[in-house]
């Protein structure tokens, strides 16, 4: 199937028949269908303690973050010794094999440890995301580059890029509390790997004072994203001093402090007092000025989310401190329309707003992990309406190439077979065309065959820029 911007036939969750036909029939107005509220249920108790190295762990010790923190597990020699008989050998090698060839390094909370399944862990959801399997890995798509959003290309000083006009992202280092295997920040966080050496991003004053006073001397900049690595890593004394020093830029009207920290480490939020007091008082700093202060989070699937969550949101909230969500659409692990929904929905109830749904970004190591463009578009099709809108994620892609994000609907051109998608981004770049790639698994097998060879690559990806409408 080929399709147009203006041609978006041929979906499977297309509705079968006419909406007149379904008020006929079952939808009539008023009528209820049966409501799901498993999204209201979290997990209870001391679940940690299925884990055997964590056995005699009580429920204070494991709110501590400095106890999660110690604890977390960086070696895969690590996982044996907590894991126990739990973590059969062929698994271990699995994965130890695995961490010779990605470019993100292994580390998982306790916390994260404890959610996994497993019982199944070649099948769990959550393991998928941060420990990779060399079973289950697929070569790297031709056309991927690292730093394939071209952050660095766009960064006027070093850890800092300035792409939107009114907009800087600020990294503002380079470690995290867990390293993801979807981080599309990948040339840069955490240690360098095996397979790869990484740009050095590390929290010094001298680079954030030059930061800090670009933004002051760039009047346009409204909106700074304090990311990294994860601000979760950041020491009490500094989350204080960003926020402060960017309080005290008078065009600076919005700043969002990015972290996964929510869903894999919340006793943060419950246990570090002096991190958390620094935050809710820039919150109140920020609340007088006129200014918008958020926290970004990162839950990718509804078992993150468990009844210590709920406490440290419900301190948050009760802070006033608004917090968003964006989530990575990833191959089994949340690209079906219920774990989605059920998603969306328990954010919701945990007052999180779901902000974006992000097609996964084109990260050497993942492309088990990616989906395509088409199920990305079904998938939004599929679950807008299951709640209110304004906690209806926006589905994107991060256009490879640094042109933002776009919509995943607006393409210019989109082909399932050769799996290519072409974007543009006129308030961006003008005059510039971004291309995302399908993962090559996902299509045909003729077009598989195709991949193979350059020439053939070649005129797939000519012929795609050639049905762009303009430039
Ligand atoms: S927490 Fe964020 S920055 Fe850190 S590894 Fe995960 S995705 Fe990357």
Sequence with gaps: MERSANDKSSNRHLPLVSAEESETSSQRPGSMRPVDVSHRTFSEGEFWRKIPGFEAIDEATFLDHRWQVKNSITKVAGLKAVLGERLSDDVIEDIAEAFREVPMALRVSPYLLALMNWDDPKGDPIRRQFIPLASRSLPDHPKLSFDSLREQADAPLPGLTHRYPDKVLLLALDTCPV?????????AVGPDQDAVAKVSLKATTSRWEAA?????????????????????NLRADQIDTLGQRLLDIEHVRRFRFASKGLAILPQKILTDNAW??????????ARRQGVDMML???FNHPVEATWITQQAMLRLHQAGIHVRNQTVLQRGVNDDAPTLTRLNRRLGYLNIHP????VHDMVRGTETLRTSIKTACELEIATRGS????????????APGGGGKRCVHSFDHYDDQSGISVYRAPAVKANEAFLYFD??????????????HPEQRDAMVAAAKRRIRRL
């Design 387 to 398: 709640t209110a809108g304004f906690n209806t994620p926006t589905f994107v892609v991060d």
């Design 296 to 298: 970004h989070t990162h």
């Design 439 to 452: 993962p090559i698994d996902t299509l045909p097998k003729a077009f598989q065959k195709r991949w193979q």
């Design 179 to 187: 390293y993801c295997r979807f981080c599309t920040r990948s040339y």
């Design 276 to 285: 958390f007091d620094n935050l809710a008082r820039l919150n109140e700093r």
């Design 355 to 358: 902000y974006y749904v992000y």
């Design 212 to 232: 800090l006073n670009y933004i002051a001397r760039h009047p346009q900049v409204e909106d700074v994203v304090i990311s990294g690595g994860d601000a979760w």
